[in-house]
């Protein structure tokens, strides 16, 4: 007799898979795991397949051959999507986030880990097939959204300083200028970040006119990586014109009324 | 006739609730979802529960009464976490880690989504029952860690800044000294950030002589709210009095030799 019965098995097997995104699991570990046969354990994957596709929880995938295993790849749907960023979007319009100089206060939004996990969720799903192999971002406010980008990814992040600090060891450094504040800053890199010819994602939290982006992009020429994608949670209406090309932006952000208490923000189109 | 079954009703539940930790769900909630009877989806909790405490997986809990339901609590066994602690002391061991002046580079440690993930389950477990109700952090190194300790606990992150940024609106700030270079530095605030009264549970990367630690306590303490834990990964051997108490720290660290390519790492006496 087994071990543990079936939905003892699929619902553990879902949860191991699921806590482990985009990680290979071979049939043997199930096997050891739960004492059962690999037969049966090909069993309960086409089963637990079924139940996250059914109900729009992600996607298992299955590799066949000698280094094959099983999956989870995190999948969220459209309307999913939807939902989460029109909810956004009203929490961002409340007139007490206007901060002086009409900016938006939405520390407590990129921070909010439920938030940040969702963001981190259409990241991965949009990004999937890029075949990413770091993410990257700048310190600071994008660090939650290019963790969970990461964490669905299942890929290393990388925090581009803007001090040398002895931890990071020998660092590679640009300068830069901001885009909106013209101003020229310094940005680094750790040697050992990320080795040479491999491909990476840029996440940030705020795309104004690019400085900043533009920078980092360069910095990635600097290290010879190459940038498979670039994703920021908003971006500003103006300039329309950024430093910078081929980026996902969730949401964009127009006018912000600090009179009238009124802030401008909706979903980006590809969402619509 | 029940729209699904059993097993698809307990793994997509074990999924939904452990996606969404320590978040209470009503059994409403899953009797829409499910289109069951809530007498159903009653005995589908008793299965998931079951079911993650024999697989170590976490806890579920019911709450009873009107404003009930079902949560899925971070749980892991001193087993599991002895496993992992012993795991990432092998890898800090690695001399090539050693950084001239005896640092050790382990930005790719702390910044590695699974590795994060799992330090955000020790602490969650750990500070499960403090009832904090924000995790604090100062930027950049330790906010990977408090994040995942956040998403754990289902509460908001906060990050502590080293320069002050309009992004934040009105801050409060502190001077403080930097216990192991004596110099004085100013830490920032939003005062959004947390109302007066909260309960604050604080997670850093790194504690050497305590000067930053003490002065985030400082800033909780300007801000009035209460400190209800405080949580470091790793830890210096010396100095051996530091400049706080009532911490825990994940690792120890000993004598680093540049020379040899020693590097003297071992989990915390709360963890043999």
């Known amino acids: 007799m087994e071990k543990y019965k079936r939905n003892e098995r699929v619902a553990s097997l879902i949860k191991i898979l699921s806590d482990n995104p985009n990680q290979l699991f071979s049939l043997n570990y199930f096997s050891e795991l739960f004492s059962a046969a690999k037969s049966t354990i090909s069993e309960d994957i086409t089963f ?8 729009s929880l992600g996607q298992i995938e299955t590799i066949s051959g000698a280094s094959g295993g099983v999956k989870y790849k995190t999948y969220i749907d459209k309307a999913h999507i939807v939902r989460f960023l029109d909810d956004l979007c009203e929490k961002l319009r409340e007139p007490k986030r206007i901060i002086p100089g009409n ?3 939405a520390s407590d939004i990129i921070y909010d880990p439920n938030i940040s996990y969702m ?3 259409i990241f991965g799903t949009y990004f999937m097939n890029t075949g990413a192999e770091y993410v990257v971002t700048i310190e600071t406010k994008g660090i939650t959204l290019a963790h969970m980008t990461a964490r669905a990814l299942n890929i290393p992040l990388v925090i581009i300083r803007r001090e040398n600090r002895v931890t990071e060891g020998s660092t590679v450094s640009i300068n830069y200028v901001s885009g909106s504040s013209k101003r020229i800053q310094t940005m680094f890199i750790s040697k050992r ?8 994602l840029i996440i940030d939290d705020f795309l104004k006119a690019g400085g900043t982006a533009k920078g980092i992009i360069g910095l990635m020429k600097e290290i010879k990586v190459d940038v498979v994608g670039i994703g920021f949670l908003m971006k500003t209406a ?6 910078i090309n ?4 969730l949401l964009e952000v127009g006018e912000v009324d600090e009179q009238k208490g009124l802030i401008n923000i909706y979903k980006d189109m590809l969402f619509s």
């Open 48 to 55: 637990a397949k079924k139940i996250v596709e059914q109900m």
């Open 103 to 105: 900016y938006i206060y």
């Open 119 to 121: 963001v981190g969720q």
């Open 193 to 200: 970040a990320i080795p040479e010819g491999k491909k990476v």
């Open 238 to 243: 103006e300039p329309e014109q950024k430093l």
């Open 246 to 249: 081929d980026y996902i932006s």
